[in-house]
């Protein structure tokens, strides 16, 4: 099959079978590139469209494409996914019994499947292979490649069996995918799963419709609902938190409040866990408080804003936890709320980790780096991109490029707060956490100041120039500009060696001062992707909805299954009044025109 044949065809299955008109950034250069048998490992944000790249050239080629996968609670819906495009689709896992496993190895034996979803540790059972060895292979998916690093997850001894793939069919390509952009964990893949031979497609990881908002942490639930109330209404959202405590007062708070929320986190039990995950899934505009176990692999294309509580402890984590807002391109929020007391929690909880220094010292590395973009005064969207080794332009999409924070000298202020801890350290040989150092800068006159008679020291009421909330902020940017630093179970305060810089006068403080009014969502927010859809449009957007979670729960499949948010809205807008001129809206394929072209159709001169 020579290149071009290899482009026209996959781009009448683009057409006929997904109903695109086109594909996206990389993706035609590596269909292309695996359609011919060549080996790929593909680098490509959340919501970049990965599964095309294996799903179009596994329709190309002959023979079944095999998926790995290590997302065993989400093959169902990817599976149900693929058959409403008509596509013949199949998986095995742990979940079925024999005669379900016994019917989805017939099917392939018997040719009868374009694709083959398999949990990771199928491939170790010799039963698997030698299934395999009887039908025809047309390539092998390998989804979540980060798996097989060492920052991988349990799936992690099955994923290093992969590399044994290619000896065993050296003729049938493999394509590794993830979203993780790190180079370290990039180049530990192509070691790891033997794909020394593979070209490499980076895409960028930017996510132009996500709108990246940092916010100092008042009371975070209230602010939250602000958030949801102002700008998500009846929007479908993962709210993100440390704890399993807070995970549980935050989803109560919201259903108090007239949010429908639920909980989910590692210490419900499986079922519960199971049936939450479905409902978001399947249910239009529910909102999911979770801790960090909650999102890997979730496409649920409509996730309108990620919200964190807490903050993460890397960028990475941070992007990929966003990552999961906005995949069908649509404007999106990440929102997170971050204080002082972050950052001394999670200081403290690297000091106790356990594991040698040099873990510890990655960990602070992370963190440091988490805290950069949480204090800056540039574009995150720049900073996030500069992070992962790409470059990037102001993009007007993000709390600092809508309303500019100011920089200020905050060289005084920082050595008053600076001395505060000397005086303390020296005079008294005492150390207190943040709340005694501001009192005293302050001048507050608590028992705990006269029981210490701390209004005796120096420093005592020099800082009246600063609220206390302010004075907030400037102890957690010194945190994060190391400055300063915490220890021991209280978060007490103490000097580091650049402290003595600025306490010296050998050193500026620059400090970020807050906007004072906070970003919002502009109107009309920036997306190269979004449908735009006239107001006059959304009752009829809003009865296609309807139509959507009916059709969806009877046939027990999530909604974006039906169509998708971006396709309805078209739908609302152009109003087709033929099967053909819908079958031309991005999203209907042949198959969703035949199953679901006449109830569109009615659903539109009904209305
Ligand atoms: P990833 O696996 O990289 O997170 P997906 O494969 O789930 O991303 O794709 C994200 C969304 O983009 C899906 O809803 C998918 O249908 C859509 N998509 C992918 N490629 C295209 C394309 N060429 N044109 C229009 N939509 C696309
Ligand atoms: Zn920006």
């Not at 019994?97 to 083959?116: P, T």
């Not at 170790?124 to 798996?147: N, P, Q």
């Not at 007062?249 to 995950?277: C, M, W």
């Not at 807002?325 to 000091?351: E, F, H, N």
């Amino acid at each position: 099959m020579t290149s071009t044949e290899t482009v026209s065809d996959a781009l009448g299955v683009l057409r006929r079978v997904f109903g695109y008109d086109s594909f996206r950034g990389e993706q035609e250069a590596i269909i292309s590139h695996v359609v011919d048998g060549g080996d790929a490992l593909v680098l490509m944000p959340t919501g970049g469209g990965k599964s095309l790249c294996y799903q179009i050239p596994s329709l190309v080629r002959e023979g079944v494409g095999v998926v790995i996968s290590p997302l065993i609670a989400l093959m169902q819906d990817q599976v149900d996914a693929l058959r409403a495009l008509g596509v013949r689709a199949g998986f095995l896992n742990s979940t079925q019994d024999y005669e379900q496993r016994r019917e989805v190895e017939q099917a392939f034996l018997a040719g009868e499947l374009d694709l083959l979803y398999l949990a990771p540790e199928r491939l170790r059972l010799e039963s698997t292979v030698s299934l395999l060895g009887r039908g025809k292979v047309a390539l092998f998916a390998i989804d979540e490649a980060h798996c097989v690093s060492q920052w991988g997850h349990d799936f992690r001894p099955d994923y290093l069996g992969l590399s044994e793939l290619h000896e065993r069919w050296p003729d049938v390509p493999r394509i590794a995918l993830t979203a993780t952009a790190t180079k370290a964990t990039h180049e530990e893949i192509a070691t790891r799963l033997n794909l020394g031979e593979a070209k490499h497609f980076v895409a960028s990881f930017d996510r132009p419709n996500i709108q990246y908002r940092i916010v100092p942490k008042n009371s975070p639930q209230k602010q939250l609902l602000e958030l949801l109330r102002t700008e998500h209404a009846g929007d479908a959202g993962i709210v993100y938190c440390l704890s399993r405590a807070s995970v549980e007062k935050t989803a109560e708070f919201l259903s108090a409040n007239g949010i429908p929320a639920v909980p989910y986190h590692a210490g419900l039990d499986a079922r519960t866990r199971a049936k939450h995950q479905s409902r978001f899934l399947r249910e239009d505009g529910l909102v999911v408080v979770a801790t960090i176990a909650f999102g890997m692999g979730i496409d649920k294309p409509d996730v309108r804003f990620v919200a964190h509580l807490d903050l993460p402890k890397s960028v990475e984590g941070y992007y990929q936890e966003t990552g999961r807002a906005g995949r069908d391109g649509q404007p999106s929020t990440a929102w997170l709320a971050y204080g002082l007391q972050d950052v001394v929690q999670q200081r403290k909880m690297i000091d106790t980790s356990e594991g040698d220094d040099a873990h510890r010292r990655r960990l602070g590395q992370h963190l440091d780096a988490m805290l950069a973009l949480c204090e800056t005064i540039e574009c995150r969207r720049v900073q996030l991109l500069n992070y992962f080794g790409q470059q990037g332009e102001r993009c007007g999409n993000c709390d600092t490029c809508l309303a500019p924070p100011e920089s200020w000298d905050g060289t005084v202020v920082a050595q008053k707060l600076l001395s505060a801890v000397y005086r303390l350290a020296t005079e008294r040989r005492q150390k207190f956490g943040a709340g005694q150092s501001i009192d005293i800068l302050l001048g507050k006159q608590t028992p705990k100041v006269s029981q210490h008679r701390h209004d005796e020291l120096t420093v005592f009421g020099i800082g009246t120039e600063l609220s206390e909330s302010e004075w907030r902020g400037v102890v957690r940017q010194l945190l994060a500009q190391g400055l300063l630093a915490v220890e021991g179970d209280y978060g007490t305060l103490v000097l580091t060696e650049a402290s003595g810089e600025v306490l010296g006068r050998r050193r500026e403080v620059r400090l970020r001062r807050e906007p004072k009014r906070a970003a919002k969502a502009p109107k009309t927010a920036k997306s190269k992707a979004a449908v735009e859809m006239p107001p006059e449009a959304a009752p009829l957007f809003e009865r296609l909805r309807a139509w959507r979670a009916e059709t969806a729960k009877d046939q027990g499949v999530p909604a974006y299954v039906i169509f998708h948010d971006a396709t309805l809205r078209q739908i609302a807008t152009e109003r087709p009044s033929t099967l053909e001129q819908l079958g031309g809206v991005s999203g209907v394929g042949e198959s969703k025109l035949v199953k679901y072209g006449e109830a569109i159709l009615e659903t539109l001169s009904a209305a």
